[in-house]
């Protein structure tokens, strides 16, 4: 059975990123491949200098290139199905039914969107259904957006969106649940509020040009915004123990330790200050670092 320094569950920014570090530091590392990366049926990254406007699969391929240049780096396609902790290291089991042990574990396995169930948005998602104006706004800028949701956050979104367009529509699929307050923003904002149902969208393949509503009515837009559920797309985190925030997200400290002894997290999985690449990028260079300190202090101690 094979013994490595590090596994890295996860094979997207944040993984790549831990496992450059390691590669960099001789330490010897194999990154699982996470399955499909959540950003994967955008067209285009972006905020991230010297990379604006690749597609999220070119950009990985470049960092699996330039990590391919560090022999303690190996990689693999299984995803990593299992891990127990035994005494000071992992017992590990990968989907093929390999098993491999790691003295330190990074988890990078991300999370996954839960998209509301109405016909013509998950084949959207990340084209003209999107999360982040900040991610996608300039490509939508001007047009005419619908944000979806029926709470604060939603508002929230709506007012951010002002600056991109101001043609804004709050569509609260059913009884808007807003404080009098909050109507009072919206409307002096000239952001108009839809209560009726949601039943699809429409448009050309993935483009957008209007929202159905139960009552017949429909509201044209080309782009639709919203805050989605997210859940942990991996057990594993659980498995071992590792605390979580009231929004399930992984706690970790300054050196992207989690509260489980020898396990580390980065990426979208964990408790960050912004779900963008760039702090994808970022958690996976500090949890990397973080493993090679607390092996070294080990191994020269």
């Not at 404080?179 to 149902?197: D, M, N």
């Not at 300190?293 to 101690?301: H, I, N, T, V």
Request: proline share 3%.
């Amino acid at each position: 059975m094979n013994l490595y320094d590090v596994v890295v569950a996860g094979g997207g920014t944040a993984g790549l990123s831990a496992a450059l570090v390691l590669g960099r530091s001789r330490i010897s590392c194999l990154i699982c491949n996470g399955g499909e990366v959540r950003n994967a049926t955008a067209p285009e990254i972006h905020n991230y200098l010297s990379r604006e406007g690749l597609s999220p699969q070119e950009f990985l391929k470049i960092g699996r290139e330039q990590i391919a240049n560090y022999p303690s780096v190996e990689f693999s396609e299984d995803l990593v199905a299992a891990a127990v902790a035994e005494d000071n290291s992992f017992r590990i089991e990968l989907a093929s039914g390999r098993p491999v042990l790691a003295k330190k574990l990074i988890l990078a396995t991300g999370l996954e969107d839960e998209i509301p169930l109405i016909e013509g948005m998950r084949e959207r998602w990340g084209i003209s259904v999107l999360h982040c104006p900040f991610c996608h706004g300039w490509e939508s800028r001007d047009l005419a957006w619908a944000v979806y949701g029926n709470n604060g956050k939603a508002v929230d979104l709506c007012l951010m969106a002002k600056g991109w367009t101001d043609r804004i529509t709050l569509c609260t699929d059913g009884v808007a649940e807003l404080t009098a307050a909050q109507r009072k923003t919206l409307r002096a904002c000239g952001i108009a509020v839809r209560e009726s149902r949601v039943v699809r969208l429409e448009g050309d393949e993935t483009s957008l040009e209007r929202m159905i509503f139960e009552d017949g009515e429909d509201l044209e837009c080309q782009a639709v915004f919203l805050r989605p559920v997210k859940k942990q797309r991996s057990v594993i985190p659980n498995s071992l123990g590792c605390a979580v925030n009231a929004d399930g997200l992984i706690l970790v400290d300054e050196n992207g330790a989690t509260t489980a002894q020898g396990v580390f997290a980065a990426g979208d999985a964990t408790e960050p200050v912004l779900q963008v690449l760039a702090y994808a990028a970022f958690s996976g260079v500090r949890a990397g670092i973080g493993a090679a300190k607390s092996l070294f202090s080990e191994r020269f101690a």
